[in-house]
């Protein structure tokens, strides 16, 4: 499964955008979704969980503003992400795992809030 992650881009403090993972494959079997991102000079940082089966989690910083979701129909995760900050400004990688072991990143995609 290779992953073409989209979406990101230039957006001003308080504007949104949706982050998407489009997987050349099926997904149906993955049980673990990730969104990760790394700022210059930081470590990288979780920002968003999905399980199936036991729902979503997220970092503090980004509660109440990110939403992990996915369509298997469309074999493809998303990030939507509103009331964006200057400190959210990072690029942005999803991260997909199954029960075997498996895992795949997407190459990531630069989010960049400015005024």
């Known amino acids: 499964v290779q992953l073409q992650a989209s979406g990101g881009g230039l957006v001003q403090p308080g504007g949104s955008l949706r982050l998407s993972c489009a997987a050349s494959?099926?997904?149906?079997?993955?049980?673990?979704i990730y969104w990760y991102r790394q700022a210059p000079g930081k470590q990288r940082e979780l920002v968003a969980t999905?399980?199936?089966?036991?729902?979503?989690d997220y970092a503090d910083s980004v509660k109440g503003r990110f939403t992990i979701s996915e369509n298997d129909a469309k074999n493809t995760v998303y990030l939507q992400m509103n009331s964006l900050k200057l400190e959210d400004t990072a690029v942005y990688h999803c991260?997909?795992?199954?029960?075997?072991?498996?895992?795949?990143w997407g190459q990531g995609t630069q989010v960049t809030v400015s005024s």
């Open positions: 999905l399980t199936r089966g036991g729902g979503a």
């Open positions: 494959g099926s997904i149906s079997s993955i049980n673990f």
């Open positions: 991260n997909l795992q199954n029960p075997w072991g498996g895992t795949w």
